[in-house]
């Protein structure tokens, strides 16, 4: 079991950055990927980006391509999330995610962190 805990969530006007950060803890050897999801009220979690524990490569969703930055320092169980030109429209509740597989599914997740809010005021 891998437990998470992630921080650096909070409010931004539009146009703003934040960056979030990913605490691993417990089983962290049988990590092979981190990822970001994000929800907001009544819609499912989307994907957001992965990166690769070993090796660091890096995939991200079309909405955020070229504004987010995904990353990690394996070696202190980190895993992190820079956020640049942030629009009202990535307000969400941010989620930390490993897996034992690279996967863009929700389901396919094997350990979640509790969540961090980031509001993008307009």
């Known amino acids: 079991q891998v437990k998470l805990v992630e921080s650096g969530g909070g409010l931004v006007q539009a146009g703003g950055s934040l960056r979030l950060s990913c605490a691993a803890s417990?089983?962290?050897?049988?990590?092979?990927?981190m990822g970001w999801f994000r929800q907001v009220p009544g819609k499912e979690r989307e994907y957001v980006a992965a990166?690769?524990?070993?090796?660091?490569?890096?995939d991200y969703a079309d909405s955020v391509k070229g504004r987010f930055t995904i990353s990690r320092d394996s070696a202190q169980n980190m895993g992190f999330l820079q956020m640049d030109r942030l629009k009202p429209e990535d307000t969400a509740v941010y989620y930390c995610?490993?897996?034992?597989?690279?996967?863009?599914?929700?389901?396919?997740?094997?350990?979640w962190g509790q969540g961090t809010q980031v509001t993008v005021a307009s």
């Open positions: 995610t490993t897996g034992t597989i690279f996967s863009r599914l929700a389901t396919q997740q094997d350990s």
């Open positions: 990166v690769r524990w070993k090796g660091g490569f890096t």
């Open positions: 417990g089983r962290t050897s049988s990590i092979y990927n």
